[in-house]
């Protein structure tokens, strides 16, 4: 039982550059939500979804796409990498039924 | 709309005595849950502690306490016999009516002495 896992670990890109952040859970959780955390700050959600299929924006999901084909994974895409996003990506999974979320090891990114 | 305060940007605690971490939370739901999760210097999330708005009782779990003041929107953490390995960032988080839409706090880093 692998939990809530993330690659890649670190990234370095350009400005203007795209890429794809995975996430993956192995607990069948239905929840899933991608969160930043800028230095000093707290978690802020990005996007999220409630089941394979179904995806809604957080609090700033400007400049980031998502899409859930399978329950298992949450891919969060950035479409066009500006140093705004410099920052460390979460991936979070919860079930309906259950009070904690399971956080993945964290996806640091720089954008240069 | 949610929001989730902090007030504490940093604190230091003898080893082995107890300390608060203050949350205070906003919030129009009448269902919602509070979490405490620390984050040691290493970065991962680990979740501490869960409070949920209609239960009666404080929440515990080992040296953690929940001091939920319903009336007052406040949800603070307690740590008791502080450890050296306490040493991390805190964050006080909320979950309203809708399940996976969580709100975090600032955070408050907290330093235990020798």
């Known amino acids: 039982n692998a939990g809530v896992t993330q690659t890649p670990k670190f990234q370095v890109l350009k400005t203007g550059q795209s890429m794809t952040l995975q996430c993956a859970q192995d607990?069948?959780?239905?929840?899933m939500s991608w969160y930043r955390q800028d230095p000093g700050m707290g978690l802020r959600l990005i996007h999220y979804s409630v089941g394979a299929g179904i995806t809604d924006q957080g609090e700033v999901p400007n400049g980031y796409n998502v899409s859930r084909s399978t329950t298992e994974d949450f891919p969060l895409r950035l479409l066009s990498a500006a140093p705004s996003q410099t920052s460390v990506y979460f991936c979070?999974?919860?079930?309906?039924?259950?009070?904690?979320?399971?956080f993945g090891p964290g996806t640091r990114l720089t954008v240069l | 709309a949610q929001k989730i305060t902090q007030t504490q940007p940093g604190m230091f605690v003898q080893e082995k005595e107890a300390v608060t971490l203050d949350c205070t939370y906003d919030?129009?739901?009448?269902?919602?849950?509070l979490f405490w999760y620390k984050q040691p210097s290493s970065g991962e999330m680990i979740f501490l502690i869960y409070?949920?708005?209609?239960?009666?009782q404080n929440a515990t779990e080992g040296r953690y306490s929940l001091n939920f003041q319903k009336a007052r929107k406040s949800a603070n953490l307690v740590i008791s016999a502080s450890q050296l390995g306490d040493s991390a960032m805190y964050f006080c988080a909320m979950r309203g009516y809708n399940f996976n839409k969580f709100y975090f706090g600032s955070g408050t880093k907290l330093n235990v002495k020798p």
């Open positions: 409070q949920g708005s209609y239960d009666e």
């Open positions: 979070a999974s919860s079930s309906y039924e259950g009070n904690e979320q399971f």
């Open positions: 607990m069948n959780h239905e929840y």
């Open positions: 919030t129009s739901d009448q269902s919602y849950g």
